[in-house]
């Protein structure tokens, strides 16, 4: 949908407040640039078709829009690399093909018939719930990619005005959102979206201040002048004088604070707290050379999605073994595989479940195929052997002590020696004690833990105030981890989104957190934000955001309680 689509208002052409969700941090001024519709059917229907070669024409289409966003996944990030491989396959998918074929057969031309399969497949997804109802919504880019291709259109895409713009959409795709150049988009603002969903990970990851499920974004122009504040989710049309000079004073703080914090993380009175990263698909060599303590998130699944077979484990170890030499004598976290639910594996389908979210994923897939697990543990214990490097493996969506005993027997019988598990479910938060005494050590991943707390679908974009990281509930399972973990004297990290907001970071260090880690740009911030406070102001931070009604009356009393020039950011 086309967000200049005004669906009977004005547009914007007063100074006005818009508002929305923060999705990443950081402020920006500039012209609107909208995000062009996406391509349409042609108003005069074929009359009549040849059905063999009107199914042919539809599957090279696929097929091509497949290879595109393949390559496009080759050469991205690893948060982008990940969803845009998800993405290939969905293209890919045999049924998507079976469903237009069957279309035509009916006597649709390509082109209907690729509209009526898509939206059918769409409803069905949606009534599913849960994770597939976010891949409903990326079957989009998927059709409107696959009609350019028919109507040999051109393809839908990002604008180009020839200068820095603020980019406005209805949503992005993760085709789109995997090209963003920071020194070209200087921030985004969406109709559409939700805390974790891809535009809000991509932006946060690529360091563009993000403003999503605005309400009024759809009226906005190209050339409008905006103020976007990616932190309160504001965005000022026709902002004034004061207005822009604020936001360039607080953009050029911020650009100091990435040139000139470096270093180790520690706060004001010397507590080390680690400042790690979250590592895909991207170049090794890369990763390890941005400023940081090691890898607090190894996201292996990066392997797996694209494949029809099972990585071999020549393959996986050569590729562990490669990332484990880039971060030298830097610990590695690796997180054993990920999959199902919104990541299904093409060699491991488990069936359709009534509720992906709620089903057979992560470390539940050991039940089904537990040599899958194993082969991937030799791999990294080989890795490990060959490069002498440091490293850690856990395990995702562990629900119970017996399951993190299970996954800690089976890591160590493959001779690794640091094992640990995810808190990604409030059972396994509220029993981290237990949990604790069979792991050295846990990863809080708030995105998940978000989810299952506030009973609201991660990828839902009409929730996003229940999705908020700010979630005092959160923060309470985030405390009860971290007491755990202090008692314990053992090791709690957080390796969810929730980590790469500096004023968040300060509460989960006062909460018992002592790692955090994010994507590459958010982490001059939060070190600069950590060297101010020293760890009983942390705790003092923390204790009036867990007291507090909701995230809105958190986020705001941290802030006002914080130091000046954090809170500036």
């Not at 004001?268 to 050379?289: F, Q």
């Not at 359709?352 to 030799?378: H, S």
């Amino acid at each position: 949908m086309d967000v200049q689509q005004d669906r009977g208002q004005s547009p914007v052409t007063a100074p006005e407040m818009l508002t929305g969700t923060g999705a990443s941090t950081g402020t920006a001024v500039g012209p609107v640039a909208v995000m062009s519709p996406p391509p349409a059917l042609p108003e005069r229907r074929p009359q009549a078709v040849d059905a063999a070669a009107e199914t042919a024409r539809a599957a090279a289409a696929l097929e091509r829009v497949a290879d595109l966003l393949q390559e496009r996944a080759a050469a991205a990030d690893s948060e982008a690399s990940a969803i845009l491989g998800a993405q290939a396959l969905m293209a890919r998918d045999p049924q998507l093909a079976a469903n237009i074929a069957k279309e035509i057969e009916g006597g649709e031309p390509a082109e209907w018939a690729l509209d009526t399969a898509v939206t059918g497949y769409q409803e069905l997804l949606r009534s599913a719930g849960g994770y597939l109802a976010e891949r409903a919504a990326d079957l989009d880019d998927i059709r409107n990619r696959t009609m350019a291709v028919l109507l040999d259109a051109p393809m839908p895409g990002l604008p180009d005005p020839g200068h820095p713009f603020v980019l406005v959409a209805d949503d992005l795709a993760p085709a789109d959102t995997a090209q963003l150049d920071p020194a070209t988009v200087l921030a985004i603002v969406t109709r559409r979206g939700g805390p974790t969903s891809h535009t809000a990970i991509l932006a946060r990851s690529l360091g563009i201040p993000a403003v999503i499920a605005c309400v009024g974004a759809e009226r906005l122009a190209d050339g409008t002048p905006v103020a976007v504040d990616g932190d309160t989710g504001e965005v000022v049309v026709r902002p004034d004088a004061e207005r822009v000079e604020a936001a360039a004073q607080r953009a050029e703080l911020r650009r100091k604070v990435l040139e000139t914090s470096v270093g180790p993380g520690r706060t004001e009175d010397g507590h080390s707290v680690k400042l790690l990263l979250n590592v895909g698909a991207e170049d090794p060599d890369a990763a390890g050379a941005h400023d940081c303590e090691g890898v607090g998130l190894l996201r292996t699944e990066f392997l797996f999605l694209d494949r029809e077979t099972e990585p071999t484990p020549e393959e996986q170890y050569e590729s562990y073994a490669r990332l484990f030499r880039a971060f030298g004598d830097r610990a590695v976290t690796v997180r054993t595989l990920d999959a199902g639910s919104d990541k299904p594996l093409a060699f491991a389908d488990q069936g359709e479940e009534p509720n992906p979210a709620l089903g057979v994923r992560g470390f539940r897939i050991t039940r089904a195929m537990p040599r899958l697990l194993e082969r991937q543990l030799a791999a990294i214990a080989r890795a490990v052997d060959a490069t002498g490097a440091r490293v850690r493996v856990m395990a995702p969506m562990i629900a119970t002590p017996a399951e993190a005993a299970e996954f800690a027997g089976l890591a160590r019988e493959a001779g690794l020696a640091e094992v640990g598990v995810m808190i990604e479910v409030p059972a396994a938060a509220l029993l981290a004690d237990r949990i604790l005494e069979q792991v050295d050590f846990v990863s809080i991943g708030t995105n998940d833990l978000s989810q299952y707390t506030l009973a609201a679908d991660r990828m839902l974009d009409t929730l996003p105030g229940l999705l908020d990281p700010w979630q005092p509930a959160l923060l309470r399972l985030v405390q009860e981890t971290g007491s755990a973990g202090e008692r314990l004297s053992k090791a709690v990290g957080v390796c969810g989104e929730a980590a790469a907001d500096p004023l968040l970071a300060l509460v989960l260090v006062g909460l018992g957190v002592n790692s955090l880690s994010m994507s590459a740009p958010a982490l001059p911030a939060v070190r600069y934000a950590l060297a101010r406070h020293s760890l009983q102001a942390c705790r003092d931070l923390a204790a009036l955001a867990v007291a507090s009604a909701g995230p809105e009356e958190a986020r705001a009393a941290v802030r006002a309680a914080a130091s000046p020039e954090v809170a500036a950011l």
